[in-house]
């Protein structure tokens, strides 16, 4: 069981005058006196506004915290709605003081020092939990520190936070805005801001700031703690106020939404009006429905997920990349755009910006959205209303595509109009070539006998204009594959690419790297390759069919005869299909094997350069080059054999078919055998054509096959799951225990951690002892067997990881840099500009080192982190993890290679951002600031306090390590 150490409220009992409350049986709440301080001695109380009539709460009660040991309660003023009622948790116990003899107290000199500091320390801990718990908008990421005990100035249009607990404010010039109470503060007034508080400077403004340490030295901690209290509760009345207002306005909503979508189904409008009209039905976002404009001119699904129609916080295309709907990719525009095909894009269009669609009609970009009447045309006129970029959408697979066959289906899906004129154009390619075997025969044997020059020309003219109009028909046929295969390749790649993107990590240590990428770079290939398969083998099989049908006509006898002569080359291919198929699989599995070798040996180089093991890393990729080369040669060597028969076979049936006719008829007319001699020809022809289609198939299956297991694979975040809104940095683990494989020992084992947010937390402990397991718990890379992680109460499982993860600054301990110069390292794809990356080099301590490069920002760096040392690229990866200025900062052994001035400067810029920090430490320097430190050991948390408490025991783990790094130091 962990050794717990917490706050406590004993001190409480030394206040003159104070008395215990006394919880009747019945009622296990109560009603705050004026005049009185409460101050919570043990357990919890959870604290509601609350109307009160005669002494009794009338009406709802709104919650506004839970206050723990050692708590300070003050109670109601005169003039608000509401006043604050404590409800009993479990064994809670609560003193009552007079405020007055408190207030006397505290000016006395004599009064003991743990009697002061409680106060303080207990009315900051309840002004903070306070403010948490009506705060209905969480503060702004990005601002400027607040700094305790001085004098600050800030410009008009500034954000300011402190990064300490409570800070008292006084306006010595100028005014600002408070984000909580929602009101404005002017020269001499004063304002209470927790951590979790913002002031907007609407004038240029001097601030002088105190403690509340400070505030009490100076005599006036009272009269500042009254009037806060005072603002808190009208606040109350207005919260209260604008919550009933809204609730009645939503049910209203929700009624108009109802009423207007039966009529809509009542009216049976066709799919196209019931999306023009999502807004109606949930969707009230322009973005959203920009984008299902897009996905329905590609004809894509356009139905919008629950999880994104419900979101009110869409602001960008980007944000719409979460979700598992669809991934978005912003283009430049430039030159004459508008007159370019790039296909359906969604982005911005007028003085207002408002979110369009972009679609090309007749040779240009038309603009379509709700907000337009009629569509509009870009011109060169108006094009700059358009801005400088669009952005393309790629539809997620859904998660019933879990094979190639429902690849394939999806990628076709809108497709039929395509197909349809496909198989028209092979068919009449396919009757117009009927043409040629009985011209031909009537040339030959008839208008050449008789010298019939007229009809001799006349034939020939009709062959000449069947090849013509074939020729169109192939034309456009080949368009038609084309426009089918660009649309294919398009959305199984990226489909492919993004499904590989949205598995969990433990996918990726079953399969090498180089084998991942060979598997999703052959989607392109096998489709191309496949199209003209297709080609192939329909022209073939149409053909055959046709001239089947003909050859029967003249002769049914060597019909049969042609007939069996075309089944012995379809066998054969069959047959040495088979074997050619068994050799491309082994090819193709040496093959990815190979491209995962190449790739673990370049990105090793330097290992292999200091080892001298060049040679043997040679001889490894030889010895599997040569696998693949064997395997390649067997199936070409067999693919030559069906070549030469394809070569030879035609000829060889064409003289047994001449002799089987002059068998059966010594003196047959010379017309009717040449047009089917010619018949038969093409006949045979067209087969081996559509057999060594077939055969080519065999090379592509391989590579369809590979892409199962990705296809087959659950994606961690997909359709139906929650978007997590902005986290205010809380996170819980709540029993949660682990184990890898299903019959290995638990490596986490009924785990509990509570973060608040803005908290320092640190988890040690000795090596395996689960640290880092924890880590891959709170980002998702691994599911609890039993216990739950929960974001401001909500269930990781329940969520978009990737949303999540997007709020967090995370470096790992086995983190590694990616192939890029610094600015792709550190923005890691973000859309940021430079002064955003210069802010977070600063932040981690590496500005300067890359001041000193001489490329800057566009030096280059590589995948082993070659010119770098240890900690320039730990600071490389904290500088990508703070560029965003995120929620929680989670750093695994993160600060491990740095020295211990560049870790300070860390320590300050991750505290000055007042997120949520997690740090998993090994030395014990880093983490002396902790709010509170976990102490793990062997799956279980032993111990938990803060460092002051945790060295204080003596015979404890901690203690004990912290001894064991002094005698190693």
Not at 371 to 398: C, E, K, M
Request: proline content about 4%.
């Amino acid at each position: 069981m962990a050794n717990e150490i917490g706050p406590s409220g004993s001190w409480a009992a030394d206040l003159p005058e104070s008395f215990p409350v006394i919880w009747s049986q019945r009622d296990m709440h109560l009603v705050l006196g004026a005049d009185d301080l409460f101050i919570v001695e043990a357990g919890e109380v959870d604290l509601f506004a609350v109307q009160v009539r005669d002494d009794q709460p009338v009406g709802p009660w709104h919650g506004v915290g839970r206050a723990g040991p050692g708590d300070v309660i003050a109670g109601p003023v005169r003039g608000p709605r509401h006043r604050v009622l404590c409800r009993r948790v479990g064994d809670a116990e609560l003193r009552i003081a007079p405020l007055n003899s408190v207030h006397a107290l505290l000016r006395d000199p004599e009064t003991p020092e743990q009697v002061v500091s409680g106060l303080v320390s207990g009315i900051e801990s309840t002004l903070r939990k306070i403010t948490r718990g009506v705060q209905r908008e969480l503060p702004p990421r990005d601002f400027r520190v607040l700094a305790g005990n001085a004098v600050n100035e800030f410009e008009d249009g500034d954000i300011v936070r402190p990064i300490v607990d409570v800070l008292w404010v006084e306006v010595t010039q100028g005014r600002v805005f408070h984000g909580m109470d929602e009101r404005e503060y002017g020269v001499g007034e004063t304002v209470c801001v927790t951590r979790q508080d913002w002031l907007r400077v609407t004038q240029e403004s001097r601030l002088r700031t105190w403690t509340t340490s400070q505030v009490h030295e100076r005599d006036g901690l009272w009269r500042a703690l009254v009037s806060h209290w005072s603002r808190f509760l009208y606040f109350i009345d207005r919260l209260v106020e604008r919550d009933e207002l809204t609730s009645l306005e939503a049910v209203q909503r929700a009624t108009d939404r109802d009423a207007e979508a039966t009529m809509l189904v009542r009216r049976g409008n066709d799919t196209l009006l019931l999306r023009d009209s999502l807004d109606v039905r949930g969707v009230t976002s322009g973005h959203v429905d920009a984008v299902t404009r897009v996905l329905a001119e590609m004809k894509a699904d356009p139905a919008v997920p629950e999880t994104i129609s419900s979101r009110r916080d869409i602001g960008d295309y980007d944000q719409l990349s979460s979700g598992g709907w669809v991934r978005t990719r912003a283009i430049k525009l430039e030159g004459r755009w508008w007159t370019k095909d790039m296909g359906p894009v969604a982005g911005y269009w007028g003085p207002d910006h408002l979110p369009s669609a972009f679609v090309f009609r007749d040779g240009g970009y038309v603009v379509q959205a709700r907000w337009l009447d009629d569509p509009v045309r870009i011109t060169s006129d108006n094009q700059f209303s358009a801005g400088r970029h669009v952005w393309a959408v790629y539809p997620r697979l859904p998660l019933s595509v879990t094979s190639v066959k429902s690849l394939l289906g999806h990628s076709l899906r809108g497709r039929s109009g395509d197909f349809w004129l496909f198989g028209t154009m092979a068919a009449l390619i396919g009757i117009l070539g009927l043409l040629t075997p009985v011209l031909s025969g009537r040339v030959l044997g008839d208008y050449v006998a008789s010298a019939n020059r007229s009809m001799i020309v006349q034939a020939g003219l009709a062959i000449v204009l069947s090849g013509l109009v074939g020729a169109a028909f192939a034309i456009v046929q080949n368009l038609t594959v084309l426009r089918l295969q660009g649309s294919v390749t398009a959305s199984s790649q990226t489909g492919v690419w993004g499904r590989l993107l949205d598995l969990p990590v433990t996918f990726f240590q079953r399969y090498s790297t180089g084998r991942l990428c060979t598997i999703v770079l052959s989607v392109k290939a096998a489709q191309e390759a496949l199209s003209g398969v297709v080609v192939a083998a329909t022209l073939g099989l149409v053909v055959v069919v046709a001239n089947l049908i003909l050859v029967f006509f003249f002769n049914t006898i060597l019909a049969l005869v042609a007939l069996a002569l075309a089944v012995v080359p379809t066998v054969a291919s069959w047959l040495l299909g088979k074997q050619v198929l068994t050799h491309e699989r082994r090819r193709y599995e040496a093959e990815q094997q190979l491209t995962g070798m190449g790739y673990e040996v370049l990105s090793a180089m330097s290992k292999i350069r200091a080892s001298a093991a060049e040679e043997r890393a040679f001889l490894r990729w030889s010895d599997q080059q040569r696998v693949v080369q064997v395997h390649a040669l067997a199936s070409r060597r067999i693919q030559d054999r069906v070549t030469a028969l394809n070569a030879v076979y035609p000829i060889f049936a064409l003289a047994v078919l001449f002799i089987v006719a002059t068998r059966l008829d010594p003196q047959p007319g010379l017309s009717t055998l040449l047009s089917f001699l010619t018949s038969a020809t093409l006949l045979i022809n067209a087969l081996l054509q559509f057999t060594g289609s077939v055969l080519t198939a065999a090379a592509i299956i391989p590579m369809l096959g590979s892409m199962e297991p990705i296809l087959q694979a659950e994606p961690e975040a997909g359709v139906g799951k929650a978007h997590p809104g902005d986290l205010s940095g809380s996170v819980t683990l709540r029993g949660v225990s682990f184990r890898y494989g299903l019959d290995g020992p638990l490596v986490l084992d009924d785990v509990s951690i509570d973060v608040n947010p803005g908290e320092f937390v640190a988890i040690v402990g000795p090596s395996g002892s689960g640290k880092s397991t924890v880590v891959r718990m709170l980002l998702g890379f691994a599911k609890p067997v039993s216990g739950a992680v929960l974001y401001d109460g909500q269930d990781l499982g329940e969520l978009d990881l990737s949303a999540v993860r997007g709020q967090c600054g995370v470096v790992l301990q086995a983190g590694a840099l990616m192939a890029g110069d610094m600015r792709a390292n550190i923005s890691a794809g973000g859309n940021y500009s430079d002064d955003d990356l210069w802010e977070a080099a600063e932040m981690a301590g590496l500005a300067d080192d890359i001041r000193a490069m001489p490329m800057g920002l566009a030096t280059v760096v590589n995948e082993s982190s070659q010119g770098l040392s240890g900690g320039q690229v730990q600071r490389l990866m904290i500088a990508r993890a703070l560029v965003n200025r995120p929620r929680f900062v989670i750093f695994d052994e993160a600060t491990s290679a740095l020295d211990n001035p560049t870790q300070r400067i860390v320590a300050d810029a991750t505290r000055a951002l007042n997120a949520t920090r997690i740090v998993v430490a090994h030395r014990m320097s880093t983490i002396i600031g902790a709010d509170r430190i976990y102490v793990m050991d062997g799956g279980t948390i032993v111990q938990q306090g803060t460092h002051e408490e945790l060295m204080a025991d003596e015979d404890g783990l901690f203690a004990q390590l912290a001894r064991r790094q002094e005698v190693d130091a």
